[in-house]
């Protein structure tokens, strides 16, 4: 079993910044890929970025490339999502998921509850 724990969202001003956090515990966690997906009201979950433990490497989606910045932190077992020059679409509960590529929701085997990120515009 692997266990996740999100913490970071709030409320913020469009243009503005936060810091998602995803601590991560159980299980040879650090064999799965980590995400960060998100799901606004009415929409389906999709994907936002997401990395290799071992290798460090990142991938995006389109609608965030330039903008946020995953990364980790192997010492604390704990995964980031930098989000910067937030906009109202990004408005959406994030979710912390551990799981195998393809960067889709249902190849992710563990999810965390989840943390809400509103931008006010």
């Known amino acids: 079993q692997v266990q996740l724990v999100e913490s970071g969202g709030g409320l913020v001003q469009a243009g503005g910044s936060l810091r998602l956090s995803c601590a991560a515990s159980?299980?040879?966690?650090?064999?799965?890929?980590m995400g960060w997906f998100r799901q606004a009201p009415g929409k389906e979950r999709e994907f936002v970025a997401g990395?290799?433990?071992?290798?460090?490497?990142?991938y995006y989606a389109e609608s965030v490339k330039g903008r946020f910045t995953i990364s980790r932190e192997n010492a604390k077992n704990t995964v980031y999502l930098q989000m910067n020059s937030l906009k109202s679409e990004d408005t959406a509960i994030y979710y912390c998921a551990a799981g195998h590529p393809p960067w889709i929701a249902s190849y992710m085997d563990y999810w965390g509850k989840g943390t809400l990120v509103t931008v006010s515009s």
């Open positions: 990395i290799w433990w071992n290798s460090g490497s990142t």
């Open positions: 159980g299980r040879a966690f650090n064999s799965y890929v």
